[in-house]
């Protein structure tokens, strides 16, 4: 019993068209800025090795079951759960699920565009040439006084930020599908072309090592949680964003084919921006363990000695930003269609009131580059939490939800006609989504507070 519902939102204009809006959802700052840093502080290769079979066997899955959800409810998140759970005899409470992505998005929102702001401040010092011959110290001294100035931060974040809401608040057809089209592949071409440079200098060899040699021995259970939540926040799962624009999606979309292209671009890139990157750290004597700033660092050194390197820092800076905010707008696109659909808002109030929200709290990680460099709580600057907190525990729990709701709350009948899949296909997903990832989100959070370790020697079991 297919449904006939529509989206008062619209529609995309053809399946690729929707590859390419989720696509540019999930590629981002999560892959270029996020995966190397955090593979770095979590030691690589184990942690690479973990954080793809987490987007094997937990993103891929769920991923699916948000793009099936949210085409059969054809609603913001919110309203599409309590659409579905009413359908399905359900409590109406699996809508606090919509609720906390919707606070999850605008927490995730408010530090995303401080970053993205940094990589629209940093277009201009390449394109300056500030970088041209520099050292390792040359450009760790322009981070540190770049982020120690406050109002150059909120400046940026608030440019950023405005973009975000312009766009959203055009509507998800004109303008962004256009841009993604032509954006994503060159931003690919241009990683590739990085990738061949940094195959050239003296790290390469202990570059590779790093990412794809597992060194189980430095992995610890903190690794295991951060690599699952890398894989949510760079597949842009567990809070509704790919739910909603699966909402956009035409009925006759194949969700299996359109969810492995998606989650293949974006671990394509991921890699790619690992493998530009670590030949950098290690042949100019950087840290894979220097945190939030370690693109900020290794890349402008190496366009600062590349030929032509001026041109292609600036291109390749001005496609990350765009890269950003491709997938800054699919972060609040589940509020602004809540607004719309319950409030009766016009899409232009509802993306300014969102925007404002995640503007007013992105302060606080202005801040926590510089004057509130140390207040920290639980050893965790504030933007730390932020992103510790949505990363690590709001996506995983929100991927839980939805995969515990579609494989065990919606009938059969309703996910086998949604996804469009018959037999052996069906089953499997079946498996992964009802099992599998569960099983597997709370193992990860159990492992991560030391928890499964007594429980597994209570049953006689040697720890993992
Ligand atoms: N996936 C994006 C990135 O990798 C960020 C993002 C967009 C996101 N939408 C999201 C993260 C929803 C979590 C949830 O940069």
């Known amino acids: 019993m297919p449904t006939k519902r529509t989206s008062i939102h619209g529609e995309w204009s053809s399946r690729l068209a929707f590859i390419l809006a989720a696509t540019g959802s999930a590629v981002g700052l999560g892959n ?5 840093y955090i593979a770095g502080e979590n030691g690589g290769g184990a942690f690479v090795l973990i954080y793809l079979v987490c987007v094997a066997v937990i993103g891929v899955p769920i991923m699916m079951t948000e793009i099936m959800l949210g085409r059969r409810g054809r609603r913001s998140p919110i309203n599409t759960m309590l659409t579905l759970a009413g359908e399905e ?43 041209t011959g520099a050292t390792a110290e040359g450009v760790t001294s322009v981070f540190d006084r770049f ?24 509507g998800v057809r004109s303008g962004l599908e256009r841009a993604v089209r032509y954006l994503m592949p060159a931003l690919f071409v241009l990683l590739v072309i990085m990738v061949g440079y940094a195959m050239n200098t003296a790290g390469f060899g202990q570059a590779f ?63 790619l921006a690992g493998l530009a990157i670590f030949p950098l750290v290690f042949a100019s004597g950087l840290e894979p363990e220097a945190g ?25 800076f001005v496609l990350l930003a765009f890269a950003a905010w491709t997938s800054a707008i699919s972060v609040i696109e589940p509020m602004v269609a809540w607004l719309v659909e319950n409030r009766g808002h016009s899409r232009v109030y509802a993306a ?30 504030f933007f730390g939490l932020l992103d510790y907190l949505t990363a690590n525990i709001l996506l995983p729990l929100g991927g839980l939800a939805v995969a515990v709701f579609g ?48 429980l597994l020697s209570w049953v006689g079991l040697p720890s993992l």
Not at 32 to 36: E, K, L
Not at 292 to 316: D, E
């Open 352 to 381: 300014v009131a969102s925007g404002l929200g995640a503007w007013a709290l992105g302060i606080g990680t202005v801040l926590s580059f510089n004057l509130w460099e140390d207040r920290t709580l639980l050893g965790q600057t």
């Open 209 to 271: 090592e790093f990412l794809f040699k597992p060194d189980l021995g430095k992995l610890k259970p903190q690794g295991v949680l951060a690599a699952m939540g890398q894989a949510f926040f760079s597949l842009s799962l567990g809070m509704g964003a790919i739910m909603v624009y699966g909402s956009y999606l035409q009925r006759h979309a194949s969700i299996a084919r359109t969810t492995i292209t998606i989650a293949a671009a974006d671990t394509g890139v991921a890699i």
């Open 89 to 131: 005899g359900r409590s109406p409470r699996w809508h606090y699920v919509g609720w906390a992505g919707v606070v999850a998005g605008f927490l995730i929102l408010s530090f995303y565009s401080v970053i993205g702001g940094w990589t629209l401040a940093y277009i201009f010092r390449v394109g300056a040439g500030v970088f």
């Open 407 to 454: 494989g065990w709350m919606l009938s059969r009948v309703a996910s086998r006609d949604e996804l469009g899949l018959q037999g052996r296909a069906y089953g499997t997903w079946r498996v992964l989504v009802r099992y599998v990832a569960p099983v597997l989100v709370v193992v990860v959070f159990l492992d991560s507070i030391g928890v499964l370790d007594t």
């Open 32 to 36: 270029i800025w996020r995966f190397p």
């Open 147 to 170: 982020v120690s100035d406050p109002e150059g931060l909120l400046a940026w974040h608030t440019v950023f930020l405005t973009m975000t809401m312009i766009i959203t608040a055009r």
């Open 292 to 316: 939030s700033s370690l693109i900020f660092k290794t890349l402008p050194l190496a366009f600062g000695h590349m030929p032509g390197g001026r041109l292609f820092g600036t291109l390749f």
